[in-house]
């Protein structure tokens, strides 16, 4: 049962448990990675040879990582299975996060992620076994309610269901608590409300934009005006990436503007690029920075994240970010 007492902080090997400061509060995806490197060019109908990782992830257990790696205080929401994935992905995210809250779910498996990388370490395919994640359901969050309404802010990636989606949009603008949306796929987006004036941020990509919008970004003028038509749903503050062009970032009153991607020539793994810059951004928009600072710190986290063969970089601490920030933003 949750209750009011202070904070305490393990960094190895044991579980941060409850906290009266106002957390941050993460809802979504956790399940164990399978990263599969081809060696060559990859071919379809036959073998292929590989080299394989494996790790922990899922993209709402990826940023509560990110962010308990600097030092904010993070609870995460989810659902499990009864396996030996759970134990790896409880071992690897406890240090960063309170994991009270994720439910067991009897005669499910935990989620799990299979990527095949490029030899250029591009995906190539993935593959998801996610049906776990359809009992993230509004009963449950209801049931973690007095939890919510002390979050600082709420992160939810859409591996959750439409209507769970629509239950947080209400319980946000209800209880005055900022809201971000963080997509996992352009099938997904159909999870997404039209209405979203109770979002704070959305961090999209342009596969994704191009789903939901129903159009298609041909050039940069097109990418813009994709920002205005997100902006024009009611959402307050929305980035959409398109990989190494870079971004594009709008908010309701401060117009538009576009951001070019850090040069990466020696990428290791994509893998978590995209959960990197949504944790960026949300550290320093928890913090007050700017719009312009704001973006910054999602691609250098980004850009890090990019040249670790870890789909969270391991030797990300707030120190550490800090001198990455003020060695790259001139």
């Avoid at 308990?68 to 071992?91: A, K, M, N």
């Avoid at 939810?156 to 769970?164: H, I, K």
């Avoid at 793994?269 to 944790?279: E, H, I, L, Q, R």
Wanted: proline share 3%.
């Amino acid at each position: 049962m949750f209750n009011s007492k202070t904070f305490v902080l393990c960094r190895r090997g044991c579980e941060k448990i409850a906290s009266t400061v106002n957390p941050i509060i993460c809802i979504g995806g956790a399940n164990v990675d399978r990263k599969l490197y081809a060696k060559y060019e990859i071919a379809s109908g036959t073998s292929n040879p590989v080299k394989s990782s494996r790790t922990v992830g899922g993209v709402a257990r990826n940023i509560a990582e990110n962010l308990g790696r600097l030092d904010e205080e993070v609870t995460f929401i989810s659902v499990r299975g009864r396996d030996s994935e759970w134990q790896e992905i409880y071992d690897a995210s406890s240090p960063y996060m309170n994991l009270e809250h994720v439910a067991e779910i009897e005669n499910s498996s935990t989620g799990s992620y299979t990527a095949v990388l490029d030899r250029n370490g591009d995906l190539s395919i993935a593959l998801a076994d996610m049906d776990i994640f359809e009992e993230i359901t509004p009963a449950l969050l209801e049931k973690n309610s007095d939890l919510l309404k002390l979050a600082k802010c709420i992160v939810v990636d859409l591996n959750c269901p439409g209507e769970t989606i629509e239950y947080l949009c209400s319980f946000a603008s209800e209880n005055n608590i900022p809201l971000i949306i963080i997509p996992v796929s352009s099938p997904k987006m159909k999870r997404l409300p039209m209405d979203l004036s109770a979002v704070s941020w959305l961090i999209v990509n342009k596969d994704e934009t191009e789903t939901f919008l129903n159009i298609t970004l041909n050039d940069d003028k097109d990418w813009k005006e994709s920002v205005g038509k997100w902006l024009d749903l009611g959402v307050k503050n929305v980035v959409v990436t398109n990989g190494s062009k870079g971004v594009i970032a709008g908010s309701q009153g401060n117009g538009v503007r576009y951001y070019p991607a850090i040069e990466t020539p020696n990428v290791v793994d994509v893998t978590g690029a995209g959960d990197s810059f949504c944790s960026g951004v949300i550290y320093s928009w928890l913090q007050n920075k700017e719009l312009d600072h704001v973006i910054q710190a999602g691609l250098v986290n980004s850009h890090k994240t990019i040249l670790s063969k870890h789909t969270v970089r391991q030797e990300l601490t707030r120190e550490q970010f800090k001198l990455d920030m003020e060695a790259i933003i001139k």
